[in-house]
Structure formats: structure tokens, C-alpha cells
């Protein structure tokens, strides 16, 4: 047995030997090492005809202790004396990481878009996510006012609170024992909580023909599908009645499964959902050609946005809403400037789509009343990897652009039904007369962990007739004026290897004091007074600042400033993604003119949001894998929510008494799996 372990030992000694020989063997030294093997290689492909090949004799050499030296301080001078391009174990993790990353999904946004990275035949990525909602007092414990065109508190009284907010009378009775008929005092108490969860499946494939010609898509599946809102009882029949029965069903407190949604049969929308498709081309002397409906994304996403995760908790696995456009586009590159054209296709007008032909293919009806556009940019965007060199460094990085988008339109057809008759037709046709110029630009500063970003945009112009199906006499006149203008900024900086992070936002969307309404439900163009400036602008929908007020009461930030403080700490922060950890908002609003309230009060709320989130690292890029989020959110409602009151008199009738607003609340789960 000694002898077997002898020979052991020295066979794990010689092989430690030509391990070490290996390493530290000069460069000529393995070169020749190398020409001897391949001459070796090619006499044994010679003679491997004749006789059988023999393994080559083992060399052994003694180790070589040249160049040995121990760690110092002449070491740490040396460091100082390093070329420019050399890379740390750090740096080269890095660049692994972004070989990774090659099957990532695209990017809308054109100047982040990979070229010619070398990316697999087919990649395959995506979300699947599950969201649960307890929303309490969104209303605000408002009443219904009439004089409001479209009132965003009372989207949030439910349908049980009647047309008076007296309570439904159900059939049976709310209260008491059940009666035949019910009388007066068995209406139902109004809830003041909806509860309610919703799932979405989101694929985005991409097949690479080559290392440039791409083609991507972007599909979902049980798109903000409520869960429990199929079920087999809630079919229509052949008569297009819901009878609230099914086949071995007799009562719907017996459901016994949940059938695919069905346009027009168990709900109004679709089971999957086509958002994108477009094309790829690119030549590295030309420049790259994208064709389709693809993203649109610039900057913050203040106005453009795409969709990608511009919310709390800065997670695609959270986002409702993007911006698509039809364009053909030519992005050309140089070092890392990017120079952009496009022509859009942003409104065609009324399109024949002559269903008795089957033959047939869709077509524009006419070209008069088509939106025309047309957009340029040009940007400063360091590649990626370089700029992790930089910032690992300690050095400063700086990139932005300008994007600007020209937009032109004669007629519009905008009411025209969407099987329209020539007849019909006739009476459709409105003359617009619109010219709009969109500036945007966007700068961004980094700087090891601190990151400041800034866009600032603008919507300008002149509008003839803005009514939408009809040329009223005030539109005889001066032309309606586009002077909208907004700005977000985005502050972060975080210490402690990123576990601590500090944040701050803020905003402005410029208002009108010629209107009455904040929110994306209500007629923010038509000047009442008789003035003629449209200036209310309005973010992107999917550009979230909070949880409540403008992310579920007015839709979106408009006509308002807001400040936005907020601190994280990650208990749980590794180099791969794995996160744990909790993040605290504070949002304060105010309106930018005080006579567009809804009480002529300037101050809207006071908004705490509060998060804790986990991550887990299980795929090649650091946000795959499962994700979970927990969220609580509370507005307090200030005055600028309450009731108009004029006179002495109270919103929403003379004499009637009613209470001030309340605060809102709101629960939330996130579950999903991103890939």
C-alpha cells in the first residue's frame, strides 16, 4: 500500500512541476514548446498510415523560479506604472459579463443598441409576472362631479355605490334576511377597497441570420389579465347572452374552471398581443437600418417611453405601458457619436380594409389625411464597456443628444367609423391644418457611483381646428398654439459597494390656466375662455414617479411639478445580482397654475411609498431570474384634491353636506420570473 501511495506522490509532484513549468515559461520558450508539438502532430498524421501512432515520451523540466517576487510595496508602485489598457480581475468579470449579455433583448433606444456583437441564432427573452392590488379610497371619498369632463376620482367609486352613492339594491337585499322584494333599507354599503390581481406573459424572440441582420418581436400573453375574470360561467351563447350558467355548471358559485379569454365572448380584449416586429441591418462602414414597429425610447423616457422599467422600483416587471412607432430608420455611428434619420408613419387616416375580398389587401384611402413625420438625432453615448473601464477608474463620463421630430398634418378623418361607407365618408373630412416641432434633449453625468441625468423636451407648433369631428367658427381665426414644455431630472448615489443608495427626482409639466383638470381623462385642450395657447404637457404614461396619485388617480404627470426624494438600503447586494433590500419614496406635487385644480388650491399631495423587494441570480444576465416585491403607499390628499367652493357654496350640490377628501392606501405584490 506504501508503494502505491509513493508512486502516487510522485506522479502529483511531476505533473505540479510541468503545471509550474507551464506558467512561468518565457513566451519563446512556449512558442518553441508549441512548434515542437506541431511538428510532432504533423509526423505522426504522416506515419499514422503506415503503423499505429505511439504517445509522445513525457518532458519534465525543473521549475523555473525566474521573475518569482513577493507582494511589497515595489508591487503597489508598479500598479501606478500600468499601461492604459490593462485590465483587472475586476474589468475582465465585466467584459465576461457582457459576453453574457449578448442574448439580451434589444433596445429601443437606438444609440444603446448592440451592432455586431456576435449573438446566438435564436435568443428568447422576456417576463412572466403575477401582481396583486388592494387599492383603498382611490376616489378620495369624492362624489361624482358633473361639471368635470371627465372626473378621474369617481373611475375609483365602485359599481355597488349606485348612481348616488347611496348603494346598489340588490335583488334579495344587502341587509338583513333576504326579502321578495327588497325594500329601501337593504342597499349595500359602497366599499371603499378594490381588490384585485393581474398576470402578464411577455416574449420578445430575436433570430439573428448573421452578426447583422436581426429580426425582433415583442408579444404578450394574458396582457394585465385579471385573475378570475374567465370563468366558464361568463360565456355568451348563441344569442350573445350571458345567462351566468354553463354546461354542468347551474350556479356560477359552482364554477369549476377558467377558459381562455375569447375576444366578445368572455371578455373585450385579446388573448395575445403582437406589440412589435421590426428589422435589423447593419453595416459598420454605413450605418444600421431598422424597419417596423419597434420602441420608441429616448432619454429618461420622459416623453418617449418604451416601457423598460421607468418606475419606483426601476423594474420592467412593473411597467403597463409603452410607446411604439411604425419607422424606417438609418442610424449611422461614428467612435461613439450617432447620427440618426427617420420617416414615420404615426397616422395613416382612414385605411380600406375590404373584408368581402379575402383576396384583398389593406390599403391608405387617401394622403390627405395622413400624419406626416420625420425625425433627426444626434447623440454622445460611450460604449458600454469602456465606460465601466472609466468609471471604475475614478474618471468622468458624459453622454446626451438632441432629438428633434418635425410632424405635419392637412385633413383628418379621426371619427370616421372603421367600416366607413363612401357616404359616410363624405361628412368625416376635417380640416386640421397642424404643424408641431418636438425638441428634445438629454444629458447625462457619471461618475464612479453617482449618477445625474436630465431631459428637457418641448412641444411646439400650431393647430388650426382642434374639435374632432367638425370646423367650429372659432377655429375661423388665429390658429391654436402649441407651447408645451417639460423636464425631469434623476439623481443617485450610492455608498457602502452600493448597498446605500440616495435618490432624487423632480419634474416640471408646464399648465394652462384656461382649463380645469390635471389628468389624462379630461379635455386639457379646449380653451373655454376663448385664449388660444395649448400648453398643458403631459409625461409618458409609463414614466412613474409614485403609486398613487399619478400613477393610478390622474394617469400620468401633467400641468404639475413634483420633488422626489428617496433612500435604499440593500441588506443583501452581490456582484451577480442577487438583491434584498428596502426603499423609501417621499413625493410632494404641486400644480402649476392653481385655477387648473380642481379646487383652485395649488397643493395636490404628500405621497410615502414604501418598498421591500428580493432578487435572485439565476441566469446569465443580473436581473434573471425570480423577483418579488412588496409595496405600501399612502397619499394625503391636500386642497388642491378637495372640492371647489364658491360663494360659501360646496361641490358637488347646493346644500348638500358633504365631507372633506381623505387620504388613500394602497397594498401591493409583485411576483415574477424574468428571463
Known amino acids: 500500500m506504501r508503494r502505491y501511495l509513493a508512486i502516487i506522490g510522485v506522479v502529483c509532484l511531476w505533473a505540479t512541476a510541468g503545471a509550474a513549468q ?35 515520451p513525457p518532458r519534465l523540466r525543473a521549475p523555473s523560479l525566474e521573475g518569482l517576487e513577493l507582494p511589497g510595496e515595489e508591487l503597489e508602485e508598479a500598479e501606478d506604472d500600468l499601461p492604459d489598457d490593462f485590465q483587472s480581475e475586476e474589468e475582465m468579470a465585466a467584459e465576461d459579463a457582457a459576453l453574457l449579455g449578448m442574448a439580451e433583448p434589444p433596445a429601443s433606444d437606438p444609440t444603446l443598441a448592440s451592432w455586431t456583437n456576435p449573438r446566438p441564432v435564436f435568443s428568447l427573452n422576456g417576463y412572466f409576472r403575477v401582481r396583486g392590488n388592494m387599492n383603498n379610497n382611490f376616489h378620495l371619498s369624492r362624489q361624482r362631479v358633473e361639471r368635470l369632463t371627465g ?130 441591418v447593419t453595416n459598420s462602414t454605413i450605418g444600421q437600418l431598422r424597419f417596423g414597429r419597434m420602441g420608441h425610447q429616448w432619454g429618461l423616457g420622459m416623453l418617449w417611453n418604451a416601457g423598460e422599467g421607468t418606475n ?55 394622403r390627405n389625411d395622413d400624419t406626416r413625420q420625420w425625425s433627426f438625432l444626434i447623440a454622445r453615448r460611450m460604449d458600454p464597456l469602456k465606460q465601466r473601464k472609466r468609471l471604475k477608474k475614478g474618471k468622468w463620463v458624459f453622454n446626451g443628444g438632441a432629438y428633434f421630430i418635425y410632424r405635419t398634418q392637412f385633413l383628418s378623418t379621426s371619427t370616421a367609423p372603421l367600416l366607413a361607407t363612401p357616404e359616410q365618408l363624405e361628412s368625416v373630412f376635417v380640416r386640421r391644418d397642424a404643424k408641431v416641432y418636438i425638441p428634445d434633449g438629454w444629458f447625462q453625468v457619471l461618475w464612479k457611483d453617482l449618477r445625474l441625468q ?46 446605500l443608495g ?35 404637457f403631459s409625461f409618458a404614461e409609463d414614466y412613474r414617479i409614485d403609486l398613487i396619485l399619478w400613477r393610478e388617480i390622474l394617469g400620468r404627470v401633467a400641468g404639475a411639478y413634483y420633488f422626489a426624494p428617496a433612500i435604499s438600503y440593500d441588506l443583501i447586494h452581490t456582484d451577480f445580482g442577487r438583491v434584498f433590500g428596502a426603499k423609501l419614496d417621499f413625493i410632494y406635487s404641486r400644480a402649476m397654475f392653481e385655477q387648473q385644480t380642481y379646487s383652485s388650491e395649488p397643493n395636490l399631495g404628500a405621497e410615502l411609498d414604501l418598498s421591500l423587494y428580493y432578487r435572485t441570480e439565476n441566469g446569465p444576465s443580473f436581473t434573471d431570474g425570480f423577483y418579488a416585491a412588496f409595496q405600501y403607499g399612502v397619499l394625503f390628499a391636500l386642497n388642491g384634491l378637495d372640492y371647489l367652493v364658491v360663494d360659501g357654496v360646496r361641490e358637488p350640490l347646493e346644500g348638500e353636506e358633504v365631507g372633506g377628501v381623505g387620504n388613500a392606501q394602497v397594498w401591493r405584490l409583485i411576483l415574477g420570473i424574468q428571463f
Open 502 to 536: 440616495v435618490f432624487l427626482k423632480g419634474g416640471v409639466a408646464s399648465g394652462d390656466p384656461d382649463v380645469v383638470g390635471l389628468s389624462q381623462y379630461e379635455d386639457l385642450a379646449t380653451q373655454p375662455i376663448g385664449s388660444k395657447n395649448i400648453s398643458t
Open 22 to 56: 507551464e506558467e512561468s515559461t518565457p513566451t519563446g520558450a512556449r512558442r518553441e514548446a508549441a512548434t515542437e508539438e506541431e511538428a510532432w502532430e504533423a509526423e505522426k498524421d504522416a506515419s499514422s498510415e503506415i503503423e499505429p501512432a505511439e504517445e509522445p
Open 312 to 366: 419606483i422600483l426601476d423594474t420592467q416587471l412593473d411597467s403597463d405601458f409603452q410607446t411604439e412607432i411604425d419607422r424606417i430608420q438609418l442610424i449611422a455611428k461614428f467612435k461613439d457619436i450617432f447620427f440618426g434619420v427617420s420617416w414615420d408613419f404615426v397616422n395613416k387616416g382612414f385605411t380600406v380594409d375590404p373584408l368581402g375580398d379575402i383576396q384583398a389587401i389593406a390599403r391608405d384611402g387617401t
Open 151 to 280: 372626473d378621474p376620482f369617481a373611475r375609483w367609486i365602485g359599481i355597488d355605490a349606485g348612481e348616488n352613492n347611496q348603494g346598489v339594491l340588490p335583488a334579495g337585499g344587502c341587509s338583513g334576511a333576504p326579502s321578495s322584494p327588497a325594500t329601501q333599507d337593504q342597499r349595500c354599503a359602497a366599499s371603499k377597497s378594490i381588490r384585485f390581481a393581474n398576470m402578464r406573459l411577455r416574449l420578445q424572440p430575436t433570430l439573428s441570420l448573421s452578426d447583422n441582420i436581426r429580426l425582433h418581436m415583442m408579444v404578450d400573453v394574458f396582457d394585465n389579465l385579471v385573475l378570475g375574470s374567465t370563468p366558464d360561467v361568463k360565456s355568451v351563447n348563441q344569442f350573445g347572452q350571458i345567462t351566468g350558467r354553463a354546461p354542468g355548471v347551474p350556479v356560477d358559485s359552482l364554477t369549476l374552471t377558467q377558459p381562455p379569454p375569447e375576444s366578445f365572448r368572455n371578455t373585450i380584449g385579446d388573448n395575445i398581443q403582437v406589440r412589435r416586429a421590426w428589422g435589423e
Open 454 to 499: 436630465i431631459e428637457v423636451a418641448a412641444i411646439l407648433g400650431k393647430i388650426q381646428n382642434i374639435a374632432a369631428g367638425e370646423f367650429p367658427p372659432t377655429a375661423e381665426d388665429a390658429p391654436f398654439k402649441l407651447r408645451q414644455w417639460g423636464l425631469a431630472f434623476e439623481g443617485e448615489y450610492r455608498f457602502l459597494n452600493r448597498k
